[in-house]
């Protein structure tokens, strides 16, 4: 499956940002989805992830409560939802899929989309 995350951008401490990823190739409903983040000299963490069939998501402790990951397969699209934006959200924003949610957690990616910059200034 390809993908392709857009949405990304420069927005002011306690604003908000949707994220969208689209994807072609295989069938979405295959997949489980994850949205992963990257700022400079950090590594890759997963902050969001939710199964094939929008039953089960997981949060990371940093975002639980202010994002929300959802998924619409009949338009192969996951999305990420941020509010109440902080500037250590500033980040590239990576959307993954994977064959299930805790391959997600794991990070046994099978493909990765090329990433959306987001900026939260203070």
């Known amino acids: 499956v390809q993908l392709q995350a857009s949405g990304g951008g420069l927005v002011q401490a306690g604003g908000s940002l949707r994220l969208s990823c689209a994807a072609s190739?295989?069938?979405?409903?295959?997949?489980?989805m994850g949205w992963f983040r990257q700022a400079p000299g950090k590594e890759r963490e997963n902050v969001a992830a939710?199964?094939?069939?929008?039953?089960?998501?997981y949060y990371a402790d940093s975002v639980k409560g202010r994002f929300t990951i959802s998924r619409d397969n009949a338009k192969r699209t996951v999305y990420l939802q941020m509010n109440n934006l902080k500037p250590e959200d500033t980040s590239v924003y990576y959307c993954?899929?994977?064959?299930?949610?805790?391959?997600?957690?794991?990070?046994?990616?099978?493909?990765w989309g090329q990433g959306t910059l987001v900026t939260v200034s203070s």
């Open positions: 993954a899929a994977a064959s299930g949610i805790s391959n997600i957690r794991r990070r046994l990616v099978d493909s």
């Open positions: 939710i199964n094939w069939s929008d039953t089960i998501t």
């Open positions: 190739g295989r069938t979405f409903s295959d997949y489980a």
